[in-house]
Nanobody
Framework: QVQLVEFGGGLVQPGGSLRLSCVASGSRFSSNSMAWYRQPPGKQRELVATISTNYAPYYASFVKGRFSIFRDNAKNTVYLQMNNLTPEDSAVYYC?????????WGQGTQVTVSS
């Protein structure tokens, strides 16, 4: 099972960009399908994007065209590039790694979009 640590959250103005990173350790990163989830204040956690072991991405409809997910297996890292951010994107963002037998979560990183 991988251990996951997220980086890159913070405060950004509407229309701005942020890049989140999630660094994995402890197991074979390349065997994990990776994903980003988010949990807005007072709401349930929701899927943002996934990337498979063969690099196929999937995006939730509310981030298509604005967010990009990509992975670097040599660095055991998955990224979420977020552009054209809006206040509705404010949330705690969580990294997830999944295999057939394991399901791992990071501790989350706060993203706040506000002027």
């Amino acid at each position: 099972q991988v251990q996951l640590v997220e980086f890159g959250g913070g405060l950004v103005q509407p229309g701005g960009s942020l890049r989140l990173s999630c660094v994995a350790s402890g197991s074979r990163f390349s065997s994990n399908s990776m994903a980003w989830y988010r949990q807005p204040p007072g709401k349930q956690r929701e899927l943002v994007a996934t990337i498979s072991t063969n690099y196929a991405p999937y995006y939730a409809s509310f981030v298509k065209g604005r967010f990009s997910i990509f992975r670097d297996n040599a660095k055991n890292t998955v990224y979420l590039q977020m552009n054209n951010l809006t206040p509705e994107d404010s949330a705690v963002y969580y990294c997830n790694g999944r295999t057939e037998t394991d399901n791992s979560w990071g501790q989350g990183t706060q993203v706040t979009v506000s002027s």
